[in-house]
């Protein structure tokens, strides 16, 4: 039984998994999104596991994301990202990027002894055609045994449109490891 002023959490209902069986990819795409969501669910949100599948070792790799396909709509200056990272436990800061041509989740590991990086993501209205839209995330990244960080990034896609797809990508066009999880939820409306 809820009290008076109780919050409802909500409810994440899992839409699609991508997990990748080589390490030849270096896109990974959720397609058809609005035909298919656009209708039942208000939000989006992603868990992503990954790792870049390059060999040099320990070296920190960004994931971008794309809506409605790379070069996306507006072209090369659609998306502003804000990030505030750590690294050993060292505050490195805040840094922003405006005007660019992809939104940014954060930073991840790649080959050698890179480790695997979680990315949590929400893409809040996505379906909506009154507002731009706008992505927060947060990833935490063991580079190395000795080399770990976590970071919080926010991006804003500076379109109106309705999203049909999303795409995430390394930076450098980097493969994605065999092994690598993309996973997609829907929230509903409340």
């Known amino acids: 039984m809820l009290a008076g002023n109780a919050a409802i959490l909500p409810v994440y209902e899992h839409l699609e998994t991508q997990i990748l069986a080589n390490s030849t990819t270096d896109v990974v795409t959720f397609s058809n999104l609005n035909?298919?969501?656009?209708?039942?669910?208000?939000?989006?949100?992603?868990?992503?596991?990954?790792?870049?599948?390059?060999?040099?070792?320990?070296?920190?790799?960004?994931?971008?994301?794309?809506?409605?396909?790379?070069?996306g709509d507006g072209g090369g200056s659609s998306y502003a990202t804000h990030m505030l990272r750590a690294l050993n436990g060292n505050a490195l800061g805040g840094e922003g990027y405006a005007d660019s041509a992809y939104g940014f989740l954060g930073f991840g590991s790649a080959g050698g002894s890179g480790q695997w990086t979680g990315f949590v993501a929400e893409l809040l209205d996505p379906f909506k055609t009154t507002k731009n839209k706008t992505v927060r995330a947060l990833a935490g990244v063991a580079q190395t045994s000795t080399t770990s960080g976590i970071s919080l990034n926010s991006t804003v896609f500076k379109s109106t449109n309705a999203i049909t797809?999303?795409?995430?990508?390394?930076?450098?066009?980097?493969?994605?490891?065999?092994g690598s999880r993309f996973s997609m939820y829907g929230i509903r409306s409340s």
């Open 165 to 178: 797809s999303i795409s995430f990508q390394f930076n450098a066009g980097w493969l994605f490891q065999t």
């Open 35 to 71: 035909s298919s969501y656009g209708s039942t669910y208000q939000h989006l949100a992603f868990r992503i596991v990954a790792r870049g599948a390059d060999a040099n070792s320990g070296t920190g790799v960004a994931l971008r994301i794309y809506m409605n396909g790379i070069g």
